[in-house]
């Protein structure tokens, strides 16, 4: 089984839905990440936390927000989904060895219509 | 704040040619650099990491690269490239100063030809 795991891995919805992407762990890590990724413009950070009551936007939270529900699952929810949010999102994980090293999951492709 | 460069959207090369890809970075302080590498459908991988001591380091599937501190550059380079290398590679930097959370260059789609 994968250490970081994110579901759905495909989702398309329609503009003005609520979405979640969920992502667990079985690293044992403290600090988790929310990236988008967009051709051409690499990963681009949305949310992150260093533990579960710390919640940090990133350079493009605008329109998304997140819950920690536990030290192993971070959700990344968008609350009325709109067409450009159409990417792929990647969930990450880092240890507390303060090294910037990250653990990725496989990654969310989601279609916004 | 901290950035990454990659001067290169696609690179094409022959298999068994060698192979150097570019970052350049900003940072104001002593950085740690990573290579990641995306498949096709996958997520990213780490390929090799830099934090400090020797300045050429060696990452897996055959990848090494350079941390050049006067030319703010840290390019990865492979002596012969195989078909399943063709991927998306992704340079990043992070260290103290940013609270270890690395920055992401654009990519680089590497192709390779037969």
């Known amino acids: 089984d994968a250490d970081v795991t994110q579901t759905p891995r495909n989702r398309i919805t329609k503009t003005g839905k609520r979405i979640m992407l969920e992502c667990s762990q079985t690293k044992g890590h403290d600090r988790m990440y929310w990236y988008r990724q967009d051709p051409g413009l690499g990963l681009r950070l949305i949310y992150y936390?260093?533990?579960?009551?710390?919640?940090n936007k990133g350079e493009i939270s605008d329109g998304y927000s997140v819950s920690r529900q536990a030290q192993a699952k971070f959700s990344l929810s968008l609350e009325s989904a709109i067409p450009n949010q159409t990417a792929l999102y990647f969930c990450?994980?880092?240890?507390?060895?303060?090294?910037?090293?990250?653990?990725f999951g496989e990654g969310s492709r989601l279609t916004v219509l | 704040a901290q950035s990454v460069t990659q001067p290169d959207i696609h690179i094409t090369v022959s298999e068994g040619a060698s192979l150097e890809l570019r970052c350049n970075y900003s940072?104001?302080?002593?950085?740690?650099l990573f290579w990641y590498v995306q498949s096709p459908g996958q997520g990213l991988q780490l390929l090799l990491k830099y934090f400090s001591g020797d300045t050429l380091v060696q990452g897996i599937k055959g990848f090494e690269a350079e941390f050049k501190r006067s030319q703010s550059s840290f390019n990865l380079r492979k002596p012969s490239v195989h078909w399943s290398d063709a991927a998306e590679y992704f340079c990043?930097?992070?260290?103290?100063?940013?609270?270890?959370?690395?920055?992401f260059g654009r990519g680089t789609s590497l192709i390779v030809h037969p």
């Open positions: 990450a994980t880092s240890g507390t060895g303060n090294t910037g090293e990250l653990f």
């Open positions: 940072y104001g302080a002593t950085p740690y």
């Open positions: 936390s260093f533990d579960v009551k710390d919640i």
């Open positions: 990043a930097v992070g260290g103290s100063g940013g609270s270890y959370i690395p920055t």
